[in-house]
């Protein structure tokens, strides 16, 4: 099992930045694929990032190629999200999420949630 826990959310202007961090709590982290999802009011989980587990593959939603980076520490069993040229409509509650057996950007599969962190772009 493992305990994931979200930060470095905030608010921020449209064209800035953020990083964002989930450390994970528990054992074997490097046997887990970790992705991001994003929740904004009113809107379904949707799918933002996901690595493998060694790190050495990646994907993205289409809205954030180019601006996002998904990446690993297996070392310091934390994942990273670092968002650039931040828009308005990035604007929602950002959760990572961990599979032991699938790298996947469908929510079904991810058995274990951070609480996420809070992302504002003003416009």
């Known amino acids: 099992q493992v305990h994931l826990e979200e930060s470095g959310g905030g608010l921020v202007q449209a064209g800035g930045s953020l990083r964002l961090s989930c450390a994970a709590h528990g054992r074997a982290f490097s046997s887990y694929a970790m992705a991001w999802f994003r929740q904004a009011p009113g809107k379904e989980r949707e799918f933002v990032a996901a690595?493998?587990?060694?790190?050495?593959?990646?994907f993205y939603e289409d809205s954030v190629k180019g601006r996002f980076t998904i990446s690993r520490d297996n070392a310091k069993n934390t994942v990273y999200l670092q968002m650039n040229s931040l828009k308005p409509e990035d604007t929602a509650v950002y959760y990572c999420a961990a599979d032991h057996t699938n790298f996947s950007k469908s929510k079904w599969f991810y058995d274990y949630w951070g609480q996420g962190t809070q992302v504002t772009v003003s416009s």
């Open positions: 690595i493998s587990w060694s790190g050495s593959s990646t």
